[in-house]
């Protein structure tokens, strides 16, 4: 079938090439004239993405892959638009919708009879059928079930592994009415393979929620499980740190028991999902008492890390403290909500000078985030490890420039380093 996939960016691009690799013709609508150009010339505009660059390659060789910036004609020579717009928010979680608006625009001003729209990106719930499909109903007259057909269905992939995810995780499709459901399902079917898992209660594939909201539903309550369990395992880290306990220890204890999933403990929860998707929850259901309680613990664990350096070398004012990471987690280049920014305000507010470092960002895109930069080996007074990149695996004092205390905040450090280990929660 003919696919127009709109917005190609660190999921988009990979839904376009499996969509292709899988026998379809694929059209990718992007308004980055650079990331088009070079999707046309076969190459992925983003690094760390397990096969892309060889899967990309693959099917522009083929044909069976292309790239514009001209969203209404991709979308009027496809039967099927799939939309991977990220959401935009600000750091309180609250949507920006413009830009899913305006696609949703370019998306209706293209779309023909009979089409299949299918949103991917994570919504709150009832945005599809509140926001959306009036959208495009009222950009063409067509009426929902007859000649527009709409559906949810969360992507649920981990950057930089995404092709293998892909086929793991069941497909989970939830449409405005029982023939988009049907549309989607097939859709999907004819566009993923699955793994045999003998772990789920139903064979995996693609799964029918019956509805959007329930596809919403779905993707926000399995994040926000998530930012829930993580808030359970940084309490347990503070109490262990107050008593002397090793949280690891208990924790890895607790896990040994089939119903115990107790998640680690770190300075951080950052990324596009897990510090955003509970607040999207909460838009729907305000008095929810857990994911509140949450977002709150885990947005305080950043000041928590700095407490735990002042507790161990005491007053910090004036006091140069390297931060090692500007990325949410070791090995992706991407900072959204990274706890590097909740670890400097931290600094700066106890008096002391803030320098932030990463192997995968140059100096200058590191001062594009308002931060000042440090190098390795240059003087500071202390560290803290915010990302578990495998390059700091090999930290030293003298990589610190002398310094000896680092709060490790990933709980990441080899025992075999010189250097004074404080941990989150050991």
């Not at 514009?68 to 638009?81: F, K, P, Y």
Request: with cysteine.
């Amino acid at each position: 079938m003919d696919i127009c996939v709109v917005a190609l960016g660190k999921i988009g691009l990979p839904l376009a090439v499996q969509f292709a690799r899988s026998g379809h013709q694929v059209i990718g609508a992007d308004i980055d004239q650079r990331a088009v150009d070079l999707i046309e010339a076969g190459v992925a505009p983003f690094p760390g993405e397990e096969n892309l660059d060889a899967y990309l390659a693959e099917v522009r060789a083929a044909g069976t892959l292309t790239a514009t910036t001209d969203t209404v004609s991709a979308v009027a020579e496809s039967e099927v638009v799939v939309i991977v717009v990220p959401l935009l928010v600000d750091r309180a979680g609250v949507p920006d919708f413009r830009a899913m608006d305006a696609a949703t625009a370019s998306v209706g001003a293209g779309l023909r009879p009979s089409t299949l729209v299918v949103y991917e990106t994570t919504l709150p719930v009832g945005t599809t059928r509140q926001r959306f499909a009036p959208a495009l109903m009222q950009a063409t007259g067509y009426k929902l079930g007859d000649d527009l057909f709409v559906a949810f269905s969360p992507e649920r992939v981990y950057s930089s592994r995404i092709f293998s995810d892909l086929s793991r995780y069941p497909k989970l499709v939830g449409g405005l009415e029982e023939a988009s459901t049907a549309k989607a399902v097939a859709f999907y079917e004819s566009v993923l393979q699955f793994d045999d898992r003998d772990d789920l209660f139903r064979p995996n594939g693609v799964w029918d929620l019956g509805t959007a909201e329930a596809a919403e539903l779905a993707k926000l309550a399995e994040t926000t499980y998530r930012d829930i369990n993580i808030a359970y395992a940084n309490e347990l880290a503070k109490y262990s740190d107050a008593h002397g306990l090793d949280v690891l220890a208990v924790i890895g204890a607790c896990n040994s028991q089939p119903y115990s999933h107790i998640h680690r403990p770190g300075v951080a929860v950052g990324g596009h999902c897990i510090p955003v998707y509970p607040r999207f929850y909460l838009m729907g259901d305000p008095t929810a008492a857990l994911p509140a309680a949450a977002r709150m613990v885990n947005e305080s664990m950043p000041a928590y890390a700095v407490q735990r350096l002042i507790d161990s070398i005491g007053d910090i004012s004036g006091k140069t403290v390297a931060v090692l990471g500007l990325a949410y987690r070791g090995g992706v280049k991407e900072s959204a909500f990274s706890g590097a920014f909740g670890v400097v305000d931290a600094l700066r507010g106890a008096g002391a000078t803030a320098l932030v470092h990463d192997p995968l960002y140059s100096e200058d895109e590191i001062r594009s985030h308002g931060f000042d930069t440090y190098s390795m080996g240059d003087r500071c007074d202390a560290a803290i490890l915010q990302a578990d990149h495998s390059e700091y695996q090999r930290l030293s004092r003298s990589m610190l420039g002398g310094a000896a205390v680092i709060v490790d905040g990933r709980n990441c450090l080899p025992a075999s380093t010189d250097l004074t280990v404080i941990s989150i929660g050991r």
